[in-house]
């Protein structure tokens, strides 16, 4: 059984910091490329940023470049969101998911229940 499990969400002040984690498993991690995806409270979803399967390549939604960074880690099935200079409009709710291609297609096939994640001071 395929499943995402998303962790390290929490309450953070303006300007703080935070690491999401997204641990895998049922399936062979690096065979995929994963992304974030977020809903803030009242929106729809927006994705945050993806990676390629062996972490060659990233990519970010414009208002997250410089600030999140995405990786993962293939030995230990996780995916991590590095999250720096958090403003309110950061509140969400983050899932990762799995992209159905090594490479980002942007199509999903699985997703995480998600971890909330609220910027307020």
């Known amino acids: 059984e395929v499943q995402l499990v998303e962790s390290g969400g929490g309450l953070v002040q303006p300007g703080g910091s935070l690491r999401l984690s997204c641990a895998a498993s049922?399936?062979?991690?690096?065979?995929?490329?994963m992304s974030w995806v977020r809903q803030a409270p009242g929106k729809g979803l927006e994705w945050v940023s993806a990676?390629?399967?062996?972490?060659?390549?990233?990519h970010y939604a414009e208002s997250m470049k410089g600030r999140f960074t995405i990786s993962r880690d293939n030995a230990k099935n996780t995916l991590y969101l590095q999250m720096n200079s958090l403003k309110s409009e950061d509140t969400a709710v983050y899932y990762c998911?799995?992209?159905?291609?090594?490479?980002?297609?942007?199509?999903?096939?699985?997703w995480g229940q998600g971890t909330q994640v609220t910027v307020s001071s």
């Open positions: 049922g399936f062979t991690f690096d065979d995929y490329a």
């Open positions: 990676i390629s399967w062996n972490g060659g390549s990233s």
């Open positions: 998911a799995r992209d159905e291609a090594p490479r980002p297609k942007y199509e999903y096939d699985a």
